[in-house]
């Protein structure tokens, strides 16, 4: 248990489907990060929220909509997905936004769209 | 954009020998992160390097930040099959601050007993 929760670990929709993920943290942390994590890429982050507000969003389809209603708390609502969004979504916090603090990553969320 | 690459992209070694996995920046960082993936795990961090020339060691794993900032490295000595997995470099994207780290590849570690 890493102190950051991602629920469910396993997920298989289908591109008309409309699912959430989310993560919950209790590290106490001000700022959280959503990244994919696809075979043969690195990292890549798609969202950002420092304090409960985006900071960045880098240019992420808007058929994924992060949320973040607490600074505990991010979802990520995914919406007529394609088959190459297919991948391990990370959620990760960190004690600030400045980017002197290393990231606790959630276990993840397996994501299959058919 | 900013890139952080890693070589090698695999490597394979005997158990009890030495690994090396190389990050360069195309930008000098303020400070570079690396994390470690167990295969079917998340990343786990590892360390911070901050300072010019810096180097700091954990045990087995030594890391090195070199001196223009802007590559680094991890060294482990005599590898044992718990250090499988993948090693990543990150550093923070060109604004800093709260625009999250850029990671690098990773270096798979391939231990045969």
């Known amino acids: 248990e890493t102190g950051v929760t991602q629920t469910p670990r396993h997920l298989v929709m289908g591109m008309t489907n409309k699912k959430s993920l989310k993560c919950e943290q209790h590290l106490g942390h001000n700022a959280m990060y959503w990244y994919k994590q696809s075979a043969k890429k690195p990292l890549e982050l798609m969202f950002v929220y420092s304090l409960e507000e985006r900071v960045e969003n880098n240019s992420v389809p808007s058929r994924f909509s992060p949320e973040c209603p607490n600074s505990s708390h991010l979802f990520l609502h995914l919406h007529t997905l394609q088959p190459e969004d297919s991948a391990l979504y990370l959620c990760a916090s960190s004690q600030g936004w400045a980017d002197n603090y290393g990231y606790t990553f959630g276990s993840g969320t397996r994501l299959t769209v058919v | ?113």
């Not at chain 2, 954009?1 to 030495?18: A, K, L, N």
């Not at chain 2, 954990?58 to 991890?74: C, V």
């Not at chain 2, 990543?88 to 060109?94: T, V």
């Open chain 2, 1 to 113: 954009g900013q890139q952080v690459m890693q070589i090698p992209q695999y490597q394979h070694v005997q158990e009890g020998e030495d690994f090396t996995t190389y990050c360069n920046s195309s930008t000098t960082l303020s400070n570079i992160q690396w994390y470690k993936q167990r295969p079917g795990g998340h990343p786990v961090f590892l360390i911070q390097l901050v300072k010019s020339g810096e180097v700091k060691k954990q045990k087995r794993l030594t890391f090195q930040f070199g001196e223009a900032k802007k590559n680094s490295s991890l060294h482990i000595t005599a590898t044992q099959t718990t250090d499988v997995g993948t090693y990543f470099c990150a550093g923070p994207l060109a604004g800093g601050g709260a625009d999250g780290l850029t990671f690098g590849k990773g270096t798979h570690l391939i231990i045969q007993p």
